[in-house]
Structures are given as structure tokens and as C-alpha cells.
């Protein structure tokens, strides 16, 4: 699903790393899962947590096989706006509808190429439809990282809201407090890679790409360097 941060383009080059040495029943964790693009291409013991009610109640329907609809008026994506119901569909609408994924942040429209009309709703249902098989099995849950339960020697994979970026759904999100989470879960057993700009000087850099980015606080798209990190225990 198009998702503000997504790391669907990357997916190919970063999971072998994260996955490299991952054991037979070892569990992959996500604390951030977003748009399910990086979980969806993970095989066998999965969690995929984010604090957004809506979208996790969406996602637990995709896996159960609730299809999206194809087409959402105008009227109803305002409806739903003011409502902010907690369920899948209402989770579909303020993501899926919205102008690069981000939580009602402006009803998406505009035309093709060719200047036909273009339905941003059909598109972001195909979307998750491709993604659903490869969902149903995720352990999808809600609440903040910090008290998420994980299964013992899990490899966590963190997609956070970056640092200097605009802010996710959720508003503001405290990025020492975060780094010092991560350190803690090292410390427990856990294999942890972080995806941002930035890290402490004690986390390895172990994968980046220069991209064209919509994340700055600034208008207009800016060229930022993706990284992936690390630490060893």
C-alpha cells in the first residue's frame, strides 16, 4: 500500500541483509509496519504492530480477506474524516485515498497521462489485494513500540517516523527516547536494524541510497540519503 515513508522501494535491497542470518522459527518483528511493505515480503513467524487503530484494524481485515472498495466519493472520504470510526474501511479511506499515503492528508485525485480521470481508490485496492495473501498470517497488533511483547532472540526490523521530517499520523514522536529503546533490545538478545538518516555513532551503518524524498518539513521533494543500521550486542 502507498504509505508516507514507505520502504517499498528498497524492500529487494535491505531484506537480505536484515534476514541474512535468520534461524528456523526466529521471528521478525516490525514495531512500525505501516504499509505492510517490507512484512510482505517476509516468510514464516511474523509481528507486524503500529499504534494506528485504523490501519490496524484494516490490515487484520485484508488478512482475514476483506476486500477494499474500488471507488470512494469525494463526500464519503469527508465523511469519514469527521467520523474517524475505528475499522477497516475507515482505515482504507484516510490511507489509501489520501494524497501519498499520509492519514487524511487531502482526498487524491487528478488525471492520467492521456487526461482521463484517475482513481487513486482502484489503485491503492489492487494494491493491498496483491498484498493480502502474503499478510494472513501476520500477528497484527496496536500500540506504541515501547510496550510491545516480542518473542526472545527476534530479529526487529524499525521503519520510525525519521528525525526533521514531517510528522506521521500519530504526531509527535521522541526520537531519544526511541534510540535508547532500541539500545535496551539489543542489550535483551535481540537483532535490531533501523531505517533513517541518522543514528547514534554507536549504530553501523550497513546499507544506503541516495533517493528523491517527499519527508521534509519544507515543500517540494529533496534528494535524502536512506540508510540502514545496526548493533552488535
Not at 529503546?181 to 543514528?199: D, L, T
Request: charge should be neutral.
Amino acid at each position: 500500500m502507498k504509505y508516507m515513508g514507505s520502504k517499498a522501494r528498497h524492500a529487494k535491497e535491505i531484506l537480505p541483509i536484515i534476514l541474512k542470518d535468520r534461524k528456523p522459527g526466529q521471528w521478525y518483528v516490525e514495531p512500525f509496519v505501516g504499509g505492510a511493505n517490507m512484512i510482505d515480503k517476509v516468510d514464516d513467524n511474523r509481528i507486524g504492530n503500529d499504534s494506528h487503530p485504523q490501519l490496524i484494524a484494516m490490515w487484520k481485515a485484508v488478512a482475514n480477506g476483506w476486500l477494499p472498495p474500488q471507488n470512494i466519493s469525494f463526500e464519503e472520504y469527508k465523511e469519514a474524516q469527521k467520523e474517524k470510526t475505528i475499522d477497516a474501511l475507515t482505515g482504507f479511506i484516510g490511507f489509501g485515498c489520501s494524497y501519498s499515503g499520509k492519514w487524511f492528508g487531502g482526498y487524491a485525485r487528478g488525471n492520467n497521462k492521456n487526461g482521463t480521470p484517475r482513481n487513486y481508490t482502484e489503485e491503492s485496492a489492487r494494491n493491498i489485494n496483491k498484498q493480502a495473501n502474503n499478510l494472513k498470517d501476520v500477528d497484527f497488533r496496536c500500540g506504541s513500540y515501547f510496550d510491545l511483547e516480542i518473542p526472545p532472540n527476534s530479529i526487529i526490523y524499525c521503519d520510525p517516523p525519521y528525525q526533521g521530517t514531517t510528522n506521521y499520523a500519530t504526531g509527535y514522536f521522541d526520537h531519544e527516547s526511541f534510540w535508547n529503546w532500541c539500545n535496551q533490545k539489543v542489550i535483551e538478545g535481540h537483532i535490531v536494524f533501523v531505517s533513517e538518516y541518522s543514528a547514534p555513532d554507536d549504530w553501523e551503518c550497513v546499507w544506503s541510497k541516495q533517493v528523491n524524498n517527499t519527508l521534509e518539513k519544507n515543500t517540494g521533494s529533496k534528494q535524502g540519503t536512506e540508510k540502514l543500521f545496526t548493533k552488535c550486542s
